[in-house]
């Protein structure tokens, strides 16, 4: 996306209960895309409950599983290929909607191959998502994991874009404490690669400031009490505003270091972006020249949260000391290491991670240019959790 250029979509309903307006749109025959635990937890009643009132007929593909594979998304084509839809509903934290997105993708791209484009209608979209982390359903992205080759396939496509996210509280009311903590931690990388993107620019910037400062507030809130319904809008919201700044700006190497070392050791990846957020932001700002912008902008970004107990040590590692009293807080392990990657086994993996992490096409955005070199001191710093390897 062009610095020069802005774009919000989709639609967006907000607020409880604000799923009731899918009575008012017009549709004849529904697939419904979902994961096995949503339909177990009773979360798609809501769904079938309209459907069901407007007398639709619906197909429920329920075979997502977490990072998605290319198996699981051919396996969907072909259920939206027989069911032929005109609504096309997702269900489900990222993973969901990311596989929604991609079959959607895939099936235009199919279609392509043997109608004119002018006949191709796409299924309405409608994304509802049950986390508040990745933002997916208000962005052109889609993560695909290849588990032959471990490797995630980050795609982009507008075509993939929903035409309403559904931010509705009442789908993360029973979510487990690890769940928001992953998913929160997740929203908090968005907003703060989004804010130093060689991209960015200030519509942008405002949607990832009002993102960082929603989640400083709220994701503890809703961390310690997950009947707390304001805590829960409020970190919908900041993963909708991230969603819109980074769909915008970009991301940058952690996110490209993160698929890397989340495909490879099966890490959550909002985990895999919180281990390694403190020592990018470390390593970014001791660039010569992109690094005093930086330095400038993580700076303005933990003014704006005011949260942090380090903010009288400067800005140099203000944000920093928030981002690691907010993973203390949602009992995130503070190193690679402490999540039981065996040594060997990682220092073996390097090789391969620091390839894929630097033709990863979320790495290009990064205020600083990656070497090799660069990519594995970051890698094993982030693995011991140390301070102390120059950067």
């Known amino acids: 996306m062009s610095r020069y250029e802005f774009q919000i979509k989709p639609n967006i309903w907000y607020g409880k209960y604000s799923l009731r307006k899918l009575y008012n749109v017009p549709f004849r025959k529904v697939c419904i895309v979902t994961d096995k635990s949503m339909v177990e937890l009773g979360m798609l009643k809501p769904v079938l409950s309209i459907l069901n009132d407007l007398n639709v007929s619906y197909r429920i593909f329920d075979e997502v599983e977490p990072d998605p594979s290319l198996e699981t998304i051919l396996s969907g084509l072909s259920h939206i290929l027989v069911t032929k839809p005109d609504l096309l509903i997702a269900v489900g934290g990222g993973s969901v909607i990311d596989a929604a997105k991609a079959i959607i993708f895939f099936c235009l791209r199919v279609k392509e191959e043997v109608i004119k484009p002018e006949k191709i209608v796409k299924p309405f979209f409608v994304a509802v998502p049950t986390t508040s982390g990745t933002g997916s359903e208000v962005t052109s992205y889609s993560v695909i994991t290849d588990r032959k080759n471990n490797l995630k396939i980050p795609l982009k496509d507008k075509r993939m874009l929903p035409d309403v996210a559904v931010l509705d509280p009442v789908f993360t009311s029973t979510l487990p404490k690890k769940v928001i903590a992953n998913a929160g931690i997740d929203v908090m990388t968005h907003a703060v690669e989004a804010y130093v993107s060689r991209e960015h620019h200030e519509m942008s910037d405002f949607y990832a400031l009002e993102a960082a400062r929603k989640v400083s507030v709220s994701l503890r809130k809703m961390y310690d009490d997950i009947s707390d319904d304001e805590a829960r809008m409020e ?157």
């Open 235 to 391: 970190m919908h919201m900041a993963s909708c505003y991230a969603g819109v700044a980074f769909e915008n700006s970009g991301l940058g190497l952690n996110h490209g270091m993160a698929h890397a070392l989340g495909a490879k050791f099966k890490l959550p990846h909002g985990l895999a972006n919180a281990l390694l957020m403190p020592h990018i932001i470390r390593y970014n700002m001791n660039e010569p020249i992109y690094g005093i912008e930086a330095e400038k902008r993580y700076g303005k970004m933990a003014e704006s949260m005011r949260t942090s107990e380090g903010m009288a040590k400067g800005w140099e590692d203000s944000l920093i000391s928030e981002l690691k009293n907010l993973m203390k807080h949602l009992e995130l392990p503070d190193s690679i290491s402490a999540c039981g990657i065996d040594e060997n086994e990682f220092m073996a993996a390097l090789p391969d991670m620091v390839k894929k992490a630097l033709n990863d096409f979320t790495t290009g955005s990064n205020p600083r240019k990656a070497t090799p070199e660069d990519v594995v001191k970051i890698y094993i710093s982030a693995y011991y959790g140390s301070d102390d390897i120059p950067l």
